[in-house]
C-alpha cells in the first residue's frame, strides 16, 4: 500500500465510526495474512459439542459384553501402561466404532448443511430428496448383484447411485433452481420408488445375501474395525477439503443468482460441485455403515439454532453437532441393542414430524 | 466523453426469443444513465446483459476494454455491482451480516473479515442511514428500510459501477425521493450509475444521460432535456401529454393527457 493510499484510508476512518455492529460479539483475528470475525458463540458452542462428543465416546466404550468401568477405559485410551486386556477391547474392538460414529454424523450433517444451503429449505436435506437412498441402491446393486464388497466398490456404488438419482431428481422436478417446493416433492417421490426397488433386489436374491444386505440396510457401525476406518477417514479428509470453499459460497448462493452472480459466484459451477461434495459425503457414510437417517436433516438445524447463524451452511459447528448425535444414538442403540440407524430413524422420525408442522403452520 | 462500460452491437435472448438485436450503448463515465421504456421492453435484459447475468448471443459488453463475460467473476464483481430487481434474504439474517454480504468479491478464505471491509460496510450503512437497524433481522424491516439494506449491501461492494433495476418501485413517494437523493449524492462522488426507472419525471430530474427505449431497441439517448419531448413521449409509451419545464429542478415534466384532456 502507498502512502498516499493510506492518508486517504485514515481521514475516511476518522469520519465513519468503523465499527459494525452485528448484536453479537466476534473474536478478531487481524494479521497480516488471516484476518476474520470468529462468533463467540459458535466457539463456545463448539467447545460444548466437543465435549459432549469425548464424553459420550468414552461412555459409549464402557458399554458390551466384556466389563469395563469409566475409570478403566480412560486408563486403556490415556495410559500406555494399563492393562493390555482392557486395552485391546477398548482400542482395538470398540474405539473404531466411536470413530465411525464421529466420521458419519460429521459427513452427514455436512451432506444436510450444503443440500439445505442450497435448496434454501429445512426438509431439501439428502434422506428427503432421495439422494440417500440412491446411494443405499447403489451399494445394493454392488454388494449383491455384482458381488463386490469392499469398501471402495461400496463407496463407487454409493457415489454413482446418488449422482444418478441426483440427476435424475433435477430433471424430473425440471427445476434450474433448485429452491422449489417441486424438487422436494420429486425427491420423496423418487426415494419411495429406489426404495421399493432395493426391497425387490433383496427378496429376489439368495436368504443369506439378503440377510447380509439386510443387516447393512439397517445402518450399523458395530461390526466396523479400523480397517474399514481408514479408507472412510482419507476419503471423508479430501471430501471436506473440496468442499470448504462452499461454507462461503453458498451462504451468498441463498441469496438468488442475480445477487450472487453480481457478488462474483457462478452459480452453475457452485451448484455442481455442492451437488458432487454433498452427495459424495452421503455415499462415504452409506458404503460403510448403511443408511443412516435424519442426522442429515437435524443437524444443520440444531447447529443453526445452536450458534444463531443465518444458514444451515457452517462447516465446524454443523459437523460437531452431527458427530455428536450420532455418538449418543450409537450408545443409546448399544444399550438397546438394535443398530444405530434404528435410533436416529426414530428421533429423526419424531423431529420430523415437529418440522413438517412447523413448517406448515408458516405456510398456512 | 470517454465510456469504460459499453456494450457493442449485442444481442441478447432467452433461449430462442430475442428480445434485444444489435444494439449499442455507451455508458458515459461518471454519469447517472437511467434507461425508461415502457413494460417488457427489454430494459431488465439489457441490464442484465451488463450485469453478466445474461451472455450476449452477439456482440460483446466491454468494461475498461476488456470483455466483462471472460472476466473472472470475482474480478467483475469488484468492478461492476447490482441492485437485482429481487433478490432473497436468507432467513434469520441481519442487517449487518447481509451488508457485510457485499463484501464477497473482496474476500478470501484467509481474510474473511478485514478492516477494509469493516469500514466498507459501516460507511455504506451510514450513507444509508441503516446503521440503527445493523443488528435487527431483515425480516422484520419495512419494506422501504429493507431496500436501503439492499442498496448499503450494493454500496459495501465498493464498485465504480453500480446497476440498479427498478430500485424505487413499491416505495412511497418520500421515500422513492430518499433513495433518489442518495443515488444523486453517490453519483457525485464519482459512481457511475445505469438505472431502469418507471417514474419519468424521476428519470428527468436526477438523469445525466437518458435512454428511452421500445421493442428492444434504443428510441433516443443523451441529456434528458433533449430527450423528453411530447413527441418522445407519444413515439415511445404512445402516449398523448404535455411537457412543461419542473418549476422545482429545470428539467422537463411530463404530464399525460387523459381521454378527456384530448
Ligand atoms: N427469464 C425470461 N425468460 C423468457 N423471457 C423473458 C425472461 N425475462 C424476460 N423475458 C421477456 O423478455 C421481454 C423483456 O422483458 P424485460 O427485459 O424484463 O422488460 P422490462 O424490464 O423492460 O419490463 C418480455 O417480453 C419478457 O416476457
Ligand atoms: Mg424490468
Not at chain 1, 445477487?259 to 462474483?264: D, S
Request: charged share 15%; aromatic share 6%; with cysteine.
Amino acid at each position: 500500500m502507498s502512502i498516499d493510499e493510506r492518508s486517504v484510508e485514515s481521514t475516511v476512518e476518522s469520519t465513519v465510526e468503523s465499527t459494525v455492529d452485528f448484536g453479537r460479539r466476534h473474536w478478531r483475528i487481524d494479521t497480516a495474512r488471516v484476518s476474520t470475525l470468529i462468533p463467540v458463540r459458535s466457539v463456545l458452542v463448539c467447545a460444548a459439542l466437543v465435549v459432549v462428543i469425548i464424553v459420550a465416546g468414552l461412555a459409549s466404550m464402557t458399554i458390551g459384553a466384556y466389563d469395563v468401568n469409566f475409570a478403566a477405559v480412560l486408563g486403556a485410551v490415556f495410559d500406555p501402561s494399563s492393562d493390555p486386556d482392557v486395552r485391546q477391547v477398548v482400542l482395538e474392538w470398540r474405539l473404531p466404532r466411536v470413530l465411525f460414529a464421529v466420521l458419519c454424523g460429521a459427513a452427514l450433517a455436512l451432506a444436510g448443511g450444503i443440500f439445505q444451503s442450497l435448496t434454501r429449505n429445512p426438509l431439501g436435506s439428502p434422506d428427503i430428496i432421495g439422494f440417500g437412498v440412491g446411494a443405499q441402491f447403489g451399494v445394493t446393486l454392488m454388494m449383491i448383484v455384482f458381488e463386490l464388497n469392499t469398501y471402495m466398490f461400496k463407496a463407487i456404488g454409493a457415489l454413482v447411485g446418488g449422482l444418478f438419482t441426483a440427476l435424475l431428481v433435477y430433471a424430473l422436478a425440471n427445476s434450474k433452481t433448485m429452491s422449489s417446493f417441486r424438487l422436494i416433492i420429486v425427491g420423496i417421490g423418487v426415494s419411495a420408488g429406489l426404495g421399493s426397488l432395493t426391497s425387490w433386489i433383496l427378496i429376489s436374491v439368495s436368504l443369506e445375501k439378503a440377510m447380509m444386505a439386510a443387516t447393512w440396510g439397517a445402518g450399523s457401525i458395530a461390526s466396523l474395525g479400523f480397517d474399514q476406518l481408514l479408507p472412510a477417514a482419507i476419503v471423508f479428509a479430501v471430501v471436506l477439503v473440496g468442499s470448504l470453499p462452499l461454507n462461503r459460497t453458498l451462504p451468498v448462493l441463498e441469496m438468488g443468482d442475480d445477487a450472487a452472480t453480481a457478488l462474483g459466484i457462478s452459480p452453475g459451477r457452485t451448484r455442481l460441485a455442492a451437488m458432487v461434495f454433498g452427495v459424495a459425503l452421503v455415499a462415504l457414510v452409506t458404503a460403510a455403515a448403511g443408511p443412516i437417517s435424519f442426522i442429515a436433516l437435524a443437524a444443520p438445524q440444531i447447529s443453526q439454532r445452536l450458534t444463531r447463524s443465518n444458514t444451515p451452511m457452517g462447516t465446524a459447528p454443523v459437523m460437531l453437532t452431527g458427530a455428536a448425535l450420532v455418538v449418543v444414538s450409537d450408545a443409546v442403540a448399544q444399550l438397546v441393542g438394535v443398530p444405530v440407524g434404528v435410533v436416529t430413524v426414530s428421533v429423526g422420525g419424531l423431529y420430523l414430524a415437529w418440522l413438517l408442522a412447523a413448517q406448515y403452520a408458516r405456510r398456512a | 466523453m470517454t465510456a469504460s462500460l459499453n456494450a457493442r452491437d449485442i444481442t441478447l435472448a432467452y433461449g430462442d426469443t430475442r428480445i434485444i438485436s444489435n444494439l449499442s450503448l455507451a455508458v458515459p463515465d461518471k454519469s447517472f444513465t437511467i434507461i425508461i421504456g415502457p413494460n417488457a421492453c427489454g430494459k431488465s435484459t439489457l441490464l442484465r446483459g451488463f450485469a453478466r447475468l445474461l451472455r450476449p448471443s452477439t456482440g460483446t459488453v466491454l468494461l475498461d476494454g476488456a470483455d466483462l463475460h471472460s472476466l473472472k467473476p470475482k474480478e467483475a464483481a469488484r468492478k461492476l455491482g447490482l441492485l437485482p430487481q429481487s433478490s432473497i434474504a436468507p432467513d434469520g439474517i441481519t442487517v449487518a451480516d447481509l451488508v457485510g454480504r457485499g463484501r464477497f468479491p473482496h474476500q478470501n478464505a484467509l481474510r474473511t473479515w478485514s478492516r477494509d471491509d469493516e469500514r466498507a460496510v459501516a460507511e455504506a450503512m451510514d450513507a444509508t442511514g441503516t446503521t440503527e437497524l445493523s443488528s435487527r433481522l431483515v425480516d422484520e424491516l419495512s419494506g422501504g428500510q429493507r431496500q436501503r439494506v439492499w442498496v448499503a449491501m450494493a454500496l459495501a461492494q465498493r464498485t465504480g459501477h453500480l446497476l440498479l433495476d427498478e430500485p424505487t418501485t413499491f416505495l412511497d413517494i418520500a421515500h422513492q425521493i430518499d433513495l433518489m437523493e442518495l443515488f444523486a449524492d453517490l453519483h457525485r462522488e464519482g459512481t457511475t450509475l445505469v438505472a431502469v426507472l418507471h417514474d419519468l419525471n424521476h428519470a428527468a430530474r436526477y438523469a445525466t444521460h437518458l435512454v428511452a427505449m421500445r421493442d428492444g431497441a434504443i428510441v433516443a439517448q443523451g441529456d434528458p432535456r433533449d430527450v423528453i419531448t411530447e413527441q418522445l413521449v407519444e413515439a415511445v409509451y404512445d402516449l398523448p401529454c404535455r411537457v412543461i419545464t419542473d418549476p422545482v429542478s429545470g428539467t422537463p415534466l411530463v404530464l399525460p393527457l387523459g381521454r378527456r384532456a384530448k
